[in-house]
């Protein structure tokens, strides 16, 4: 079975209360809502749906596709039923695996504690079937594994993105408190604003709302300042699907937005000089 077109339960998460510009997004790529709550919606969708959905979506910060259900009292629960999944057949032997977690039960006072007990009976799991294992550590630089557990209700999720897709990755001098760029995003869609009249960001600091708003315009879509996401260290990933989305989003790109004046002022000559070196980073710096 190959997870890239196998349907499943698909979480899409984001910061407190960006839900409904996210579901405003996922909607546009022709998805249909299940549930909307305040940190994230719920579809229904294969792996390759979920490239899609990280290529795309500006407002959201993780995609998680969901594997296996469970009950589970306590630690020891957890690990059986994670050590009993294939995870041979999921997870690339000489790859790097992080453990990432939201867990509300009484017996768990470290949310760490729950992850090492994951990445445990996975590796020991793998060991003993392949006599091999991944590398594992913190960073999200590989495959993500992500455990919810509420009460005695738990799942296992695919954790496709990695790194937070709340930050776009062209904002290279953050400043001083910089605008989450995935907020700056949901800020222009909540404002309606119709990509033709002036767009004005006094205060830009490093120029978010500023590139975020000429991103939009020029429908340049967040995923193409990335080349590292989590799904690409699954087995069954299509390197030749990826390419393929990632090209259509290309092509789909417009220059033809003359006329348009992205205004962006500060006191502070150097965050000008700093929003100035974001836009050139963001590849619109000509707006």
Not at 20 to 33: D, Q, S
Not at 39 to 67: E, H
Not at 200 to 210: D, H, I, R
Not at 226 to 248: C, P, S, V, W
């Amino acid at each position: 079975m190959s997870f890239y077109d196998t349907a499943s339960t698909i979480v899409i998460t984001c910061n407190n209360r960006l839900s409904p510009y996210v579901a405003m997004e996922v909607e546009a790529l022709g998805y249909e809502i299940e549930e909307t709550f305040v940190t994230g919606v719920r579809i229904t969708g294969t792996m390759n749906d979920c490239i899609r959905l990280n290529l795309n979506l500006r407002c959201a910060s993780q995609v998680l596709y969901r594997i296996k259900e469970f009950k589970a009292l306590d630690a020891d629960e957890v690990y059986s039923s994670v050590y009993s999944y294939a995870w041979e057949k999921v997870l690339l032997k000489d790859g790097h695996l992080s453990i990432t977690s939201n867990v509300y039960n009484d017996t768990i006072k470290n949310n760490m504690y729950a992850n090492l007990r994951v990445k445990d009976a996975i590796v020991d799991r793998m060991v003993k079937l392949t006599g091999e294992r991944p590398n594992t550590g913190s960073e999200l630089s590989g495959a993500v594994i992500h455990l919810f557990w509420n009460l005695n209700e738990a799942a296992l999720f695919i954790d496709t993105s990695g790194p937070s897709l709340a930050r776009h990755g062209y904002r290279k001098i953050p400043g001083r408190a910089p605008m989450l760029e995935a907020l700056a995003a949901a800020t222009i869609l909540a404002s309606k604003w119709d990509k033709k009249s002036p767009f004005v960001n006094p205060m830009c600091g490093s120029g978010t709302l500023a590139i975020e708003a000429a991103l939009i315009a020029t429908n340049t879509a967040p995923g193409l300042f990335r080349t590292n996401y989590a799904f690409m260290h699954i087995q069954g990933y299509d390197e030749e699907y990826y390419l393929e989305e990632r090209g259509k989003l290309e092509n789909m790109i417009t220059d033809e937005v003359k006329g348009l004046r992205i205004i962006a002022t500060d006191y502070d000559r150097q965050a000008i000089i700093n929003a100035e070196k974001n836009a050139r980073a963001a590849g619109v710096a000509d707006l």
